[in-house]
């Protein structure tokens, strides 16, 4: 008996199963008191360290996608959205768009939940051992300028391609140049109809013009971004200002306006929300 379990230590320590070594003890106790089968024991071994393993994994993937700080659909209260529709964002975290290499837009003013149901959206791809990559507009559009700076930009390209979900978040809070619009376009280009897409952005896709600095740019973005696309738009009030409910205007608090509360001007970000021109689904 003590052979045999110094044998499977050993194999477990030759395996790296340290969770399942941790509870070997434990479990061989439960099983002399016939608390469970032979088989409960194995099961048990093997659960600990897949568990264990699984959770590692998904902390790294949160990492590595840069998912962190972590956003999840359970933390998101959708009774403090009523114009969401939470059946909708239920279907798309069973990650079908991935698959379909679908783009979805989620629309609405600051402090809507945008980031926040992106980043659940894509918790939930990494859970399910998908690829995923998220950054803002500018901070890709910046990854792309420094590799074609460095003669680089078909490597970034493909890092970018790598990845069967990247999150364009915050698309409309900071003008895009001219060239930088035509690097995205590349980006875009390339995953059309072969990778998933979350786009987040507080602008109309009229006045994608002005985001990007280049109308033509703007339309063949919009060309590829739309087909295929699900959009969710969001009319509510900023969850980041409820605790201020007091000072925000009775009218605005009570109609989930999409004009932001007179006291949105922080951190300098432009306080440009204008109604949303074009709908989809
Ligand atoms: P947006 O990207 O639309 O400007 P965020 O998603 O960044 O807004 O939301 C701002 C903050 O409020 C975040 O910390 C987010 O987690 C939280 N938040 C927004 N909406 C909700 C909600 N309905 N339930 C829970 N937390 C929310
Ligand atoms: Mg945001």
Sequence with gaps: MTQVLDRIRASLIGLRMPKALESLDHMMRCLERGEISALE??????????????????????KTSRLVPIKTIEGFDFSFQPSLDRERILALAQLDFIERAQVV??????????????????VEAVRAGKRVYRATLAEVVDMLSRAERDGRLPERLRFFARNSLLIVDEIGYLPITPGGANLFFQLVNQRYEKGAMILTSNRGFAEWGEVFGDPVVATALLDRLLH??????????????RAHADLIPEHTRSHASITPPPLQKRRGRPPKHRSFDLQIG
Aim: zero cysteines; hydrophobic letters at 40%.
């Design 41 to 62: 024991a194995i099961d048990g071994l093997l659960a600990q360290e897949h568990g264990n393993r699984e959770g590692r994994r998904v902390t790294m993937g949160m």
């Design 105 to 122: 837009h989620l629309l609405g003013p600051p402090g809507t939940g945008k980031s926040h149901l992106a980043t659940a959206l894509g």
């Design 228 to 241: 295929h696309a699900v959009v969710v738009q969001i009319e509510g009030a900023s969850y980041r200002l």
